[in-house]
């Protein structure tokens, strides 16, 4: 592996756009690696999109350009300026604005902030800026972290978000991918062999080993010590199956009243559970916690049995690994996922993941792996599998891979 970047010569001025919200969402392996790296001593800057306009009453149709200083998500100190071009808050209009307004605004940076590299992991502000980075002689990382068009959610749209997510692969200095599926999926679009790495997802260990044993977790929560806690962490998406979980737990699914559901997050389906657990009465059973911050996260993983991540097998889903698959695994607790492709081929079937067809399937599946006495083994088994993936560790690698890019020169495609 080659040095970090302060022993290459110096420190570098980076410019990542996206096409998330990057204060709202998160943190994801984006939020990760940048934060370390600006406490390195690079210059970080973020040009993001307020996906989540649609849920907050709007007084203009316009929503002005803001510049935010984002609180940290998992590094502590940490403090990388937003950058929110201004936007027309209207459905479809939002993204046909933010074709231009963010094209406008990635080459005011280009001039005002001289960025040595960008890094993309949107589809339309991607594309702009391939094409202006080139023009300015930057090289430019297109960074996948899922199947960018099937997130696309009017659906009429996803095959033209295809091809600008195909044009980005072909077009990049250097395509890199949080497992293998995706970048056997940015080849099949046309990426380079040579131009594709993995970068994995990383954890940090020591932060889950010394979590504790969840007692207190479990405690506040009103959960007993000999209650089989399934939890889930994250953004609650509509085909995520954590309906049919919580339906097939209230149902009594498996005879078990231990059985309980841990669910910390929030999302676009999430108020929809929230009403079906005070409809179905099931408060004691089904737990509902918001966002808590990253550094709480071990504490309640440390009071879960079995952790999932239970998606319906959508085109969505095909090709990605969650991160937070390795902070189930840091913290030594067994998975039930469904056989996606992706996590097939990035976990295998010796990494405590558990495999079932669908989100029906996990109440039962839980009540078995208990019964059988393996968690504890499955658990030492996915941490095992996991105790490489040092955030450390990837972040050198990714900064290796930028002093490259920049040592060569140009855009490098």
């Not at 390195?40 to 800057?45: K, L, N």
């Not at 199947?147 to 009017?154: A, I, K, T």
């Not at 902070?327 to 030594?332: F, R, S, T």
Request: charged share 25%; glycine share 8%.
């Amino acid at each position: 592996m080659a040095p970090p970047y302060p022993q290459a010569g110096g420190h570098v001025r980076i410019l990542v756009v996206q096409e998330s919200d990057w204060i709202e969402r998160g943190p994801h392996q984006s939020h990760h690696l940048f934060e370390r790296l600006q406490q390195r001593g690079h210059a970080i800057r973020v040009v993001d999109f307020d996906i989540g306009w649609r849920n907050r009453p709007r007084a203009n149709l316009m929503v002005p350009r803001r510049i935010l200083r984002a609180p940290p998500k998992v590094v502590e100190g940490s403090a990388i300026e937003v950058v929110r071009p201004p936007t027309i808050a209207f459905p479809v209009l939002d993204y046909a604005s933010a074709f231009l307004t963010h094209r406008l605004e990635i080459g005011r940076q280009i001039r005002e902030f001289r960025p040595e590299i960008l890094i993309g992991f949107g589809i339309l502000n991607a594309f702009s800026g391939i094409r202006l980075a080139h023009r300015a002689e930057i090289p430019f990382v297109y960074y996948l972290i899922d199947e960018l068009h099937q997130l696309v959610p009017q659906q009429a749209f996803r095959g033209v978000a295809h091809l600008f997510e195909q044009a980005n692969v072909r077009e990049a200095s250097l395509v890199l991918a949080i497992n293998q599926a995706l970048v056997d999926y940015a080849v099949e679009m046309g990426a380079g062999r040579e131009r594709a790495r993995v970068l994995p997802a990383g954890i940090d260990l020591e932060r889950y080993l010394s979590a504790g044993d969840g007692v207190a977790v479990r405690k506040r929560l009103g959960l007993d010590p000999e209650d089989l806690v399934l939890f889930f962490m994250g953004w609650v998406y509509p085909f995520s199956g954590i309906r049919d979980v919580a339906e097939c737990l209230i149902a009594g699914e498996g005879r078990d009243d231990r059985v309980r559901l841990l669910v910390v997050g929030k999302g676009d389906a999430w108020d929809e559970l929230a009403a079906l657990v005070r409809g179905r009465g099931a408060e004691d059973r089904i737990k509902m916690i918001g966002f808590r911050p990253y550094a709480e996260m071990p504490s309640y993983l440390a009071a879960a049995n079995i952790c999932l991540l239970h998606a319906h097998p959508t085109e969505t889903m095909r090709n990605i690994v969650p991160i937070k698959m390795y902070e189930y695994l840091a913290a030594g607790k067994p998975v039930i996922a469904t056989e996606l492709p992706g996590l097939a081929k990035e976990f295998g079937r010796d990494a405590g993941v558990i495999y079932v067809p669908g989100p029906r399937e996990v109440v039962s599946k839980a009540i078995e792996l208990d019964r059988s006495g393996r968690l504890q083994a499955l658990g030492q088994q996915g941490r095992a599998f996991v105790s490489h993936n040092d955030w450390k560790t990837i972040t050198d690698s990714f900064e290796s891979y930028l002093v490259e890019l920049i040592k060569r020169g140009g855009p490098s495609s």
